[in-house]
């Protein structure tokens, strides 16, 4: 005997209850978070917005016309910019190399890797300091140029943009691609190697196979440490700021400077929504050029 079977018309109102049933539960389920979020991000951000469009007598523009014609804004968002647009494809290529070889297994492998990532346990503001030992006029470096009979060099000279660049680059470069390695590292985990030996069968060289089958598989672990190291690329502060002083400003240096130094929490309020709005700019990008095929 054939079993009953319920008819579409009474199926459908049954699904309908089910997932009813099931909305406001999972509501339920993720309303601590949503509350958590809204007082630890959201609360502090309104505040932040209010801090730099309200004064006395109300809303005002005031703070962010400040903002705008200081000598250093300019300047600090010329310097920020340009860190990024250099040091974030540095560091890729660097913890991508890395990696790999990581993931070819020689010799000495996990003390390869441990070495790599001890920049991660050093701070922001130690690292600078580390580096400055080493550029400042009688640091490690001047002091092995004397050692080899050259004359020692002005790394940090205040009039010399390009060395003060560079020196911030280099402790960033040093400090931070640790990072992204361990984020590789575990996305190169998560590959099978039964790809890349199928595309060598097939004649692929080692450049294709990388450029075809890992790096299109690796896009996740690429995408969220793309996001994260951009985002705390804009936050680069302690580094410069141990390096140069003030001779080379940051948005974030300029945050600290009108909070602590001028002592105007407005100007640093608006200063500070101009790196959260580069920031979720530059995440919005990021997650539309480097979503999936099939989520596009």
């Known amino acids: 005997m054939a079993a009953p079977t319920l008819d579409r018309d009474t199926e459908a109102p049954a699904r309908r209850t089910r997932r009813a049933r099931k909305g406001p539960s999972g509501l339920l389920l993720i309303a601590p978070s949503l509350v958590f979020m809204a007082l630890l991000f959201g609360w502090p951000m309104v505040q ?81 300091l580390v580096w400055l030992a080493v550029l400042t006029d009688r640091g490690y470096l001047n002091s092995l140029l004397v050692s080899l009979g050259l004359p020692p060099v002005a790394w940090l000279a205040f009039d010399n943009w390009t060395s003060l660049f560079l020196a911030v680059l280099i402790a960033e470069l040093w400090r931070a691609t640790s990072l992204v390695l361990v984020i590789v590292v575990a996305g190169l985990q998560g590959i099978p190697r039964d790809y890349e030996e199928a595309a060598a069968v097939f004649g692929a060289s080692p450049w294709q196979r990388l450029w075809r089958v890992i790096l299109p598989l690796l896009r996740p672990s690429l995408q969220v440490a793309l996001i994260l190291r951009t985002i705390l690329a804009f936050q680069t502060f302690a580094v410069a700021r141990a390096l140069t002083g003030e001779n080379f400003p940051v948005l974030v240096g300029e945050t600290y400077r009108w909070y602590v130094t001028l002592q105007d929490p407005g100007v ?3 200063l500070a929504l101009v790196v959260l709005v580069l920031s979720m700019v530059t995440s919005v990008i990021y997650l539309r050029t480097l979503r999936s095929e099939d989520a596009r």
């Open 268 to 270: 640093a309020a608006a």
């Open 48 to 128: 932040g917005v209010l801090l730099a469009f309200r004064g006395d007598q109300g809303f005002t523009l005031e703070f962010a016309q400040r903002m705008v014609t200081d000598a250093n804004f300019w300047p600090a968002v010329r310097n920020t910019l340009l860190l990024i647009v250099v040091l974030i494809p540095v560091q890729f290529a660097f913890a991508i190399a890395m990696a790999l070889l990581l993931r070819a297994k020689p010799r000495l492998a996990n003390v390869y890797f441990f070495v790599w990532a001890i920049p991660l346990a050093v701070s922001d503001l130690a690292a600078g």
